[in-house]
C-alpha cells in the first residue's frame, strides 16, 4: 500500500478556542489505526522497507511505536519481533501480540530493549525500526502537517505538540517547512518528571536527567545514556 496511516479528523474545539480567545483546532490521530501518531513514520518506513526486499521487522518500544511497527508488519505481511522492557504494561504487550508481532520483554529501561532488539537485527533480511531517531520516520510524521494545509485552512499562528524522543517533533517541523510555514511558532510540550528536552534546552547543551519520575514509563530513554 502506499499509506499505512490513515488521514485523521481536524475538529475545532469551542471549549479550548474559549479559554485561549483564539479559534484551536485538534487533528485527532487516536484514530489512527494503531491508536497514536506513530503509525504515520512507522508505516513509512516499514512499507519503504519491505519495498527494498526485507522480511522481518525488529524494533525496540515502550509501546505505542512497536503497536505500529507490529500493525505495519501485520498490513505488510512481513513477521514483526517488538522488544520492550519491564516497565511496558501488559495490556500493550497484548495488543502488540494481537497484531500477530512476537513480543520480547528485556531490561528495565528501554535502552536495554533497545540494545536487544539491535542485537536481534543482524540478519542483513532483518530491519530494525528506531522508535524516534531517523529521518524517514520524520518524512511519515510531516503528512500530519501536509493534511492540516490540504484543507485549505489559514496558516496558523502557532502549532502546539507533545515532545518524548523527538520524533513527532522533527516531522512537525519537517512539514512546516515543506508547506511553505516555515516562521510558524511550534510549542512542544513535554512531561514533567521526564523534562529531558526542556532541560537540554534550558542548559544549552545535552543533559542527562536523574531519573525518571513521570508515570509516563516510556519516556525513560535517558536512564543510562545522555539525552
Same mark, same amino acid.
Given at each position: 500500500?502506499?499509506?499505512? !496511516?490513515? $488521514?485523521?479528523?481536524? #475538529? ?11 479559534? =484551536? *483546532? ?29 522480511? /522481518? ?5 515502550? +509501546?505505542?511505536?512497536? &503497536?505500529? =511497527? ?18 511496558? %504494561? ?6 502488540? /501480540?494481537? $497484531?500477530?508481532?512476537?513480543? #520480547?520483554? !528485556? ?7 533497545? $540494545? ?12 530494525? #525500526? ?9 518524512? @511519515? ?6 493534511? #492540516? ?6 496558516? %496558523? ?7 518524548? +524522543? +523527538?520524533?513527532? &517533533? ?5 512539514? &512546516?517547512? $515543506? ?15 521526564? !523534562? ?7 542548559? @544549552?547543551?545535552?543533559?542527562?536527567? %536523574?531519573?525518571?519520575?513521570? &508515570?509516563?514509563?516510556?519516556? @525513560?530513554? @535517558?536512564? /543510562? /545514556?545522555? *539525552?
Amino acid at each position: 500500500p502506499t499509506s499505512i !496511516h490513515k $488521514e485523521t479528523p481536524l #475538529i475545532s474545539s469551542e471549549k479550548l478556542s474559549q479559554l485561549l480567545g483564539s479559534k =484551536v *483546532l485538534l487533528k485527532l490521530d487516536a484514530y489512527q489505526p494503531s491508536g497514536s501518531f506513530k503509525i504515520r513514520g512507522v508505516g513509512h518506513i516499514c512499507a519503504k522497507a519491505a519495498k527494498e526486499g526485507y522480511n /522481518r521487522f525488529v524494533s525496540s518500544s515502550g +509501546g505505542n511505536a512497536g &503497536l505500529a =511497527v507490529a500493525h505495519s508488519g501485520k498490513v505488510l505481511g512481513i513477521r514483526a519481533t517488538i522488544v520492550v522492557p519491564e516497565t511496558t %504494561p501488559e495490556y500493550m504487550r497484548q495488543k502488540i /501480540r494481537d $497484531e500477530g508481532a512476537e513480543v #520480547i520483554v !528485556h531490561g528495565t529501561v528501554w535502552d536495554e530493549a533497545n $540494545e536487544k532488539a539491535l542485537q536481534l537485527a543482524t540478519d542483513p533480511k532483518t530491519f530494525f #525500526i528506531h522508535p524516534f531517531d531517523h529521518p524517514d520516520l520524520w518524512t @511519515g510524521h510531516a503528512t500530519i502537517i501536509k493534511e #492540516i494545509k490540504a484543507t485549505g485552512i489559514a496558516k %496558523p499562528k502557532a502549532v502546539i505538540t507533545v515532545v518524548g +524522543g +523527538g520524533g513527532l &517533533l522533527c516531522g512537525i517541523l519537517q512539514g &512546516l517547512e $515543506e508547506v511553505g510555514w516555515g516562521d510558524v511558532t511550534v510549542l512542544a510540550s513535554e512531561t514533567q518528571g521526564g !523534562h529531558s528536552f526542556h532541560s537540554a534546552m534550558e542548559a @544549552g547543551q545535552l543533559v542527562t536527567l %536523574p531519573a525518571i519520575s513521570t &508515570l509516563a514509563k516510556s519516556l @525513560g530513554a @535517558g536512564l /543510562r /545514556r545522555t *539525552l
